[in-house]
């Protein structure tokens, strides 16, 4: 364990949660009544992936964004760098925890319809919680910028 850097929880976890926004997130399986299949369409089951959802897409970016910024180097930015990676994996993660609770709150299962969370929305919590670890572990380990230098009055 002390050798996983921060850096590997990044690149790890968020690549993880990206794959994972192209697997299903939602599942639905309808059982219909063979009177009812001619009304309703065929019976059977159905996903949607994370790409369906406006939620996903921006969570998608925003951990793309945190995966490229491990890679930038400014001189006297890191801290800045590192702060913005960290708020945009917390974000990434609730937005991905608020479509997960939406998702739960839609399951339903009756005789006719089942709907549940699919195993992509699964994995892609896991790997923006362990992204967003790893940002701030980066973040606790940046140094503090150094200050700017004043630049000097122009000479007349």
């Not at 968020?14 to 926004?21: D, E, F, K, P, R």
Request: glycine share 10%; charged share 10%; aromatic share 6%.
């Amino acid at each position: 364990m002390k050798n996983i850097q921060p850096l590997h929880l990044i690149v790890g976890g968020l690549g993880l949660a990206i794959l994972s926004v192209f697997l299903p997130w939602v599942s639905v399986t309808t059982k219909l009544p063979p009177e009812l299949v001619a009304l309703a369409g065929t019976p059977g089951s159905h996903s949607a992936s994370g790409t369906r959802s406006n939620l996903g897409i921006l969570a998608l970016l925003l951990m793309a964004g945190v995966i490229a910024s491990c890679f930038i180097k400014v001189p006297g930015k890191a801290k800045v760098i590192a702060t913005s990676a960290l708020a945009a994996a917390g974000l990434a993660t609730l937005l991905i925890l608020i479509e997960f609770i939406r998702t739960l709150s839609d399951s339903t299962s009756n005789e006719l319809v089942s709907i549940s969370v699919g195993i992509g929305l699964y994995l892609c919590i896991l790997g923006a919680a362990a992204g967003t670890f790893g940002s701030f572990l980066r973040w606790q380990k940046t140094p503090a910028d150094p200050p700017s230098a004043p630049t000097p009055p122009p000479q007349p």
